[in-house]
């Protein structure tokens, strides 16, 4: 009986496939056959597609006018953050029941070091196909798992996987895996390397590989180089460092932010406020769910001109209370004295993060037994059953 090549691999690499375009549309099947955008408004930038819009050229972060333009029979839906919040946390749980050691690197993909997980659930590959069932299962996405030795090879594996598959590289098939891929799907070379390598004439992964390390340290620099040097051997990081990942961008481990684009430039203070507390809502119920307070908010505001302005303040004690995050992100709006600006964009980020536990407030005197806190925590258990609708400021309800 042959051996399962997964036994000699403990990383796995689990990506949900479309995961932003497979949430909104799980819920609508009218969708299921069309090509599905997930974005931001006329002005804004695609979030996903499914691949019935890929196939049209559509993609991650492009304007929504050129998207439109690629594929105009598509459907435009507007992201529902609180929604992929929920379901990423679920999945995220759901990695963790298999293993403790997640690395977890946005809100639709994750690193899982298995090894300890093998004696009780099987093979790697075995481990893979369970969590593809239940995710499945429990969430109606699929996800797609690379399984390999290190976490360039798995990362790779897995993007060879979609959708909705499972690819194995074990150790003894590395370099027949890696060295006829362009030096551009190594993880981590952008454009500006690739387009550097394909200047001196390494195209393929191979080129690299078989090149001298002292060579290739002369053309690109001590450090890539090496680093360089490694993914095409597929010799890089092999163990994963247990962490979680900021939901929306920032450092993984010490921001959460949300930002919009106005659909027309704003100049009215009520309407741009208004979005202010929509986007700390949501700032701040990702924040609660992920367990964490932050000490530093700071606001972003683009006007019409692209001309973009950051500013920060640092709270006393760290906080995740919607009430007092966007009272700041007020005053540093006001602060600008800004009349009548035409705003393009506005974001709110908390910084500083820290786990919710480890932060004891200071009470005040008079204060109510029951305040913003217990408040927002029984917003949030609202929405989990009644969904995002379900309850938000009277604000935000005109």
Known sequence: MRADPSLACHL??????????????????????????????????????????????VRSAMPMTRARRACPQAVVVAPDYDTFTTVSGSVMETFRQVTPVVEVLSLDEAFLDVSGSVRRLGSPADIAEHLRARVYDEQRITCSVGIAASVSVAKLASRRAKPDGVVVVPPGEVTTFLHPLDVGELWGVGEKTAALLHRLGLHTVGDVAHTPLRTLQRAVGQALGRQ???????????????????????????????????????????????????LTTKVTNRMRVAGVAGRTVT?????????????????????????????????????????????????????????????????VLGERERGWSDADRAVDRATLRFGSAAVRPASLLT
């Open 12 to 57: 796995l690499h689990v990506d949900m496939d479309a995961f932003y375009a497979s949430v909104m549309i799980r819920d609508r099947p009218d969708l299921v056959d069309v090509p599905v955008i997930v974005g931001g408004g006329q002005r804004g930038v695609v979030l996903s597609a499914n691949y019935l819009a890929r196939r049209h050229g």
């Open 228 to 278: 360089l040097h490694d993914l095409a051997w597929g010799t890089d990081r092999t163990t994963i460092a247990t962490r979680n990942a900021s939901v929306f961008g920032g450092d993984p481990d010490k921001s959460m932010g949300a930002q919009e684009t106005f659909g027309r430039d704003a100049d009215d203070r009520e309407v741009i406020l208004r979005e202010v507390l929509r």
């Open 299 to 363: 606001l972003t505001v683009r006007f019409a001109d692209f001309t973009t302005i950051t500013r920060s303040r640092t709270l006393p004690e760290a906080t995740d209370v919607t009430r007092e995050i966007h009272q700041t992100a007020t005053r540093l709006y006001d602060a600008l004295g800004m009349q009548r600006a035409r705003v393009r964009l506005v974001g709110v980020r908390v910084e500083g993060l820290v786990p919710r536990e480890t932060v004891q407030r200071q009470l």
